[in-house]
């Protein structure tokens, strides 16, 4: 009887610890995949883009992985290279969920059908327009009959400029065309106005300061001053309608964290200069490179952000460059957003280095 007794002990106790160790097992897989879940936000960054500092910011001070991390997800960096697939063909191909870039370059792409909506204002003035000391042009007023570079036909340097050549008179539409406009490498824009390929240049910094200074151009238009513009956001953040479906959180964590980059640079424009130059995002002087970070307007605003896109959006479906079938008001409701959990921005102190939310509209 004890020798029975003894056996079904022994019985018991290799079911109970087998039952443990399955158990153990299940936690282990269940672990393991929902470390295989986790959700990734995959986010746009270029090299070389001074402007595109909220974006470094954002990544090399954990910015991004900071408001991530508090809803149990994570972030990857996905390269957009000059020459290689354009951000818009990146999103469109699913390899891309959120970013930052010119959002005057993708309205014609989102009125035909690209998924993306924006989501904040992350800075104000980053482009300019010159002519060679020489020149007989004074302003936009002049520009009639003349050819003017610009680093892409779809560029939000054409865009602002057909939006101020409208407002002087000068026809931009497909029935009066009284300006040309001539696409080169960015590289090249200040090359072909000094030897007279065109009579106009639009750059953005730092390739339109670089040039100013090279050849001595003379600047007629500058976004980040002009009455027009200097109010308007010309690069903004955007998510992918996908991220917005399956992972409106992570849409709302990222807006946050761009928000944030970009108000620390507003506020320490060095620092975020030289983060770019040690890290090898960006080259060049790091005294010049942080003067025209000082000099652009990176105070984050939702609010004037959509505005921006709501008056582009109406002038340049004006101009013909929209669609006049296209439902103005529907590409505005859907392609600007109001995310839950998104302030209209945030202040950095740096005495204390802590963000402020700024909540309520500035529009």
């Known amino acids: 009887m004890k020798h029975l007794s003894k056996i079904v002990g022994m019985t018991l106790g290799a079911l109970a610890l087998a039952g443990a160790l399955t158990s153990c097992s299940k936690k282990q897989a269940t672990a393991a995949s929902s470390a295989s879940e986790q959700k990734v936000v995959r986010i746009n960054f270029q090299t070389g883009s001074l402007c595109g500092a909220p974006v470094h910011v954002a990544w090399k ?16 960096y996905v390269q957009v290279v000059e020459g290689g697939a354009t951000l818009a063909e990146m999103i469109a191909s699913g390899k891309v969920d959120a970013g ?5 370059t993708q309205l014609q792409a989102i009125e035909n059908g690209l998924p993306i909506s924006f989501t904040s204002g992350i800075h104000i003035g980053c482009t300019k327009y010159y002519v060679r000391a020489d020149s007989d042009i ?35 539409t497909a029935e009066n065309n009284e300006v040309e406009f001539i696409a080169y490498a960015s ?17 953005h910094d730092p390739v339109a300061t670089k040039g100013e200074l090279a050849y001595g151009f003379r600047k007629i238009l500058d976004t980040g001053i002009d009455e027009k513009f200097v109010k308007e956001y010309c690069c903004q953040q955007f998510v992918t309608h996908k991220l917005l479906r399956e992972n409106p959180e992570g849409a709302a964590a990222i807006t946050r964290a761009l928000q944030k980059a970009a108000a620390y640079v507003e506020a320490e424009p060095r620092a975020a200069a030289q983060l770019q130059i040690e890290n090898d995002l960006v080259a060049g002087d790091l005294d010049f490179n942080a003067a025209l970070l ?17 008056a582009a959006a109406r002038q340049l479906q004006t101009a013909g ?11 505005i409701e859907q392609g600007y957003i109001e995310l839950f959990g998104v302030p209209d ?10 963000y402020k939310e700024i909540n309520g509209s500035r529009a």
């Not at 202040?347 to 802590?354: E, N, V």
């Open 294 to 310: 000082e000099e652009i307007n990176y105070q984050p605003s939702r609010s004037l952000g959509k505005k921006t896109f709501d």
């Open 138 to 172: 004074q302003s936009v007023a002049d520009l009639r009959g003349k050819t003017i570079g610009v680093p892409g036909l779809a560029d939000s340097a054409v865009m602002n400029l057909k939006r101020k050549l409208m407002d002087v008179g000068i026809g931009v």
């Open 187 to 203: 590289a090249d824009l200040a090359i072909a106005l000094n030897n007279g390929a065109v009579d106009v240049i639009g750059a």
């Open 61 to 76: 001070l954990g910015l991004f992985d900071e408001e991530l991390a508090k809803i149990g997800q994570k972030a990857e």
């Open 345 to 354: 921005g945030y202040i950095y102190d740096s005495a204390t280095k802590t």
């Open 321 to 331: 460059i929209l669609k006049a079938s296209t439902d103005i008001e529907k590409l």
């Open 100 to 104: 930052y870039g010119l959002y005057a």
